[in-house]
């Protein structure tokens, strides 16, 4: 077992190499992060941005679909139906993809 840094960001670095014989068996590198940022959710970090994303995604179709229903280019009940059918979609995938989350980091408050 070897502890060094790593050259690019001076983060510590624990190398462990296993012999058998004249062969290495085993070879392991762990890196560990600063105290600092042990505590940040990195699904956490990409929910959360996901979420963004879709927010940012509706309000932009939901600008769009105005603009065109103004410009009589679409109709307002196609528009109507259009619109409620893409966000009983993106309801239904976000609230599967919480509900994958929270069985996997066994949350007690459900879906």
Same mark, same amino acid.
């Not at 670095?13 to 042990?38: I, S």
């Not at 679409?74 to 409620?84: E, H, N, P, Q």
């Given at each position: ?34 105290? *600092? ?6 699904? %956490? ?31 307002? *009940? ?15 995938? %976000? ?9 996997? *980091? ?6």
């Amino acid at each position: 077992m070897w502890a060094t840094h790593s050259g690019a960001l001076g983060n510590k670095v624990l190398v462990r190499v296993g012999v058998a014989g004249d062969a290495v068996a085993r070879y392991a590198v762990e890196y560990q992060a600063p105290e *600092k940022y042990k505590d940040i959710d990195s699904q %956490l970090i990409s929910q959360i941005a996901t979420i963004i994303l879709y927010v940012a995604a509706i309000l932009l179709m939901i600008v769009i679909a105005v603009k065109r229903i103004r410009s009589f280019e679409i109709g307002f *009940k196609l528009a109507g139906v259009i619109g409620g059918l893409a966000a009983i979609l993106v309801a239904v995938q %976000l609230s599967l993809r919480f509900h994958r989350a929270s069985q996997r *980091k066994n949350w007690s408050g459900g879906w």
